[in-house]
């Protein structure tokens, strides 16, 4: 007989500049003819060719139990229409898994964009809508090439659950 899985609850907390420092940049409207600075998303896409477009989800809850790293570039995501939405990050590493430890959850309002790090593990978009477009910044060939998976099942019968 399997063992059986655990569920372990994130309370997700409203994302600030400060608080995902460690997994990426919160970018925020700023006032039209602001010059360029480090307010500004800190991109590396020389790895490839940039990819923008619109990612179309259907409801996805708030329960995962895998978490990705992409190492070759940055991620830019943003929902369309001002939908909040969450994400679970943990930062990036040299290690083949995330770190527990540092596994957080966030809750992001439609009005800003997040700017993963190079290697940031992230699970989701997540949400409880029936459906959110967002914008997606990364590499065209992000998902082929540079998607490395982490299965909380396989390797520790856990699951998690982001709470609101």
């Known amino acids: 007989m399997s063992e059986l899985i655990t569920v372990q609850q994130l309370l997700a907390e409203w994302i600030t500049a400060e608080n995902f420092q460690p997994y990426g940049q919160v970018i925020s409207a700023s006032t039209e003819g602001k010059t360029y600075d480090e307010t500004d998303a800190q991109l590396n896409l020389k790895n490839g060719i940039p990819r923008f477009y619109i990612m179309r989800l259907n409801k996805r809850g708030r329960e995962f139990n895998k978490i990705t790293r992409h190492i070759k570039c940055t991620q830019c995501l943003g929902s369309l229409e001002g939908k909040d939405w969450l994400m679970a990050v943990a930062p990036p590493s040299d290690s083949n898994e995330p770190d527990l430890e540092q596994l957080k959850a966030f809750r992001i309002p439609g ?54």
């Not at 009005?111 to 593990?121: A, M, P, Q, R, Y």
């Not at 997540?126 to 390797?155: G, M, P």
């Open 111 to 164: 009005n800003c964009f997040i700017k993963l790090e190079v290697g940031t593990w992230h699970a989701g978009p997540y949400f409880e809508q029936d459906r959110i477009d967002f914008y997606n910044l990364e590499l065209s060939n992000t998902n082929i090439v540079d998607h490395f998976s982490y299965d909380f099942i396989k390797s520790k019968n856990l699951q998690f659950e982001i709470v609101i």
